[in-house]
């Protein structure tokens, strides 16, 4: 193993345990006949959402499952071109 492998290794886990983390700070979403009955599906928030921790959190995973998933497509071709 060269020092670019070991280097790739350790950055694929941590942005995996940078994935783990922001999943595990989001909230549920509950829905069903509970949601409905509180009324949590038309609430004055929820048309804010852009603005909310959740939201944030929601983008940050997006940008770093495609990190991940970049990544892992790379070591995948290093690991091919040996």
Request: aromatic share 8%.
């Amino acid at each position: 193993m060269n020092a670019w492998e070991i280097i790739l290794g350790i950055v694929i886990i941590l942005v995996s345990l940078i994935i783990i983390a922001v999943i595990l700070f989001q909230q549920g979403h509950r829905s069903g006949i509970n949601g409905a009955i509180s009324g949590g599906a038309d609430t004055f928030l929820s048309k804010n959402k852009a603005r909310t921790f959740d939201a944030t959190l929601a983008r940050v995973t997006k940008y770093v499952a495609i990190l991940f998933f970049v990544l892992a497509l790379l070591a995948n071709v290093i690991a091919l071109r040996k």
